[in-house]
């Protein structure tokens, strides 16, 4: 579930064109061009195989857990720079337990989960690389402790499945992405950067993706002890709050996921596979 972005922001229009039209290539910004001279170098670059539980898949990867943690913890920083994250010890407390609760049970455990609240009323939430899971306020007033555990369950369905850091490191390749990592000034050239694989993160996903993460939440969330038809409840107020809202009503996680009916229905048809 993508954040809420400024659309009329410069970094995110370059980026947002670059990443969704056919003819890309015309369209990507000069940062990203970057990549070339480069090329040969992550041709070269070490790259690890891993067998992905969550994808069932074997999957080639430039950025490895560590790199992935580094670039979550920069990344982090700049969410907290732009978001108010909220410090309220009973809410911290319930996000916590719930997202514990299903980070054990989730595919991935090579890394630490981070869940920290974002100020905002939108029923939304997103996932940056290294297991850092946002929840906005909004959504936390409004949903029933399985609702959130299904979200949460969602956001680390991507962060098992590699979504986030795959995208990123399939549009600006290696090189670029290990010099953010690395990186331990805040010039000119690293913000602009790092203003990139913000952008990249917050776009959302495919639909096969969405589809995957949503399988993930069932499992996730009744392997930890939650009931999975939290995930079709709060696909249904989704659907109710943009209803009432009428046609100008832009909630990013309707906008860009895969229809809301078509989401419900697949998620009762993988309830049903379990007894």
């Not at 940062?31 to 041709?43: D, E, K």
């Not at 917050?202 to 969330?221: C, F, I, M, N, P």
Request: charge should be positive.
């Amino acid at each position: 579930m993508p954040r809420r972005i400024n659309k009329n922001n410069l970094w995110y229009r370059k980026v947002y064109r670059a990443y969704h039209c056919e003819n890309c290539c015309k369209l990507l910004p000069k940062a990203i061009f970057l990549i070339i001279p480069f090329f040969l170098f992550f041709l070269l670059a070490g790259c690890v195989t891993i067998y992905n539980p969550a994808t069932q898949k074997k999957e080639t990867l430039l950025i490895d857990t560590r790199s992935e943690v580094s670039l979550g913890r920069n990344m982090d920083m700049q969410v907290q720079s732009q978001f108010q994250v909220l410090s309220d010890p009973w809410k911290q407390n319930r996000l916590d337990n719930i997202g514990q609760k299903i980070a054990a049970a989730s595919d991935r455990q090579d890394l630490i989960y981070h869940f920290k609240i974002i100020k905002d009323a939108e029923l939304n939430a997103f996932t940056i690389p290294g297991g850092y899971i946002y929840v906005n306020s909004g959504l936390m007033e409004r949903a029933s402790d399985d609702e959130l555990a299904c979200v949460i369950a969602h956001e680390i369905g991507h962060t098992a499945a590699r979504h986030t850091v795959k995208k990123i490191q399939a549009i600006l390749g290696y090189q670029i992405v290990m010099n953010i990592v690395m990186s331990a000034n805040n010039n000119k050239s690293t913000i602009q950067a790092m203003d990139i694989v913000f952008s990249l993160a917050s776009l959302g996903y495919g639909r096969q993706d969405e589809t995957l993460a949503d399988k993930l939440a069932v499992k996730y969330a009744r392997k930890a002890g939650f009931n999975p038809y939290g995930m079709v409840t709060f696909f249904e107020k989704l659907k109710k709050e943009a209803e009432e809202k009428g046609a100008n009503f832009n909630l990013v996680f309707l906008s860009s996921h895969p229809p809301i009916d078509e989401r419900i229905k697949n998620v009762k048809n993988e309830i049903a596979k379990y007894p």
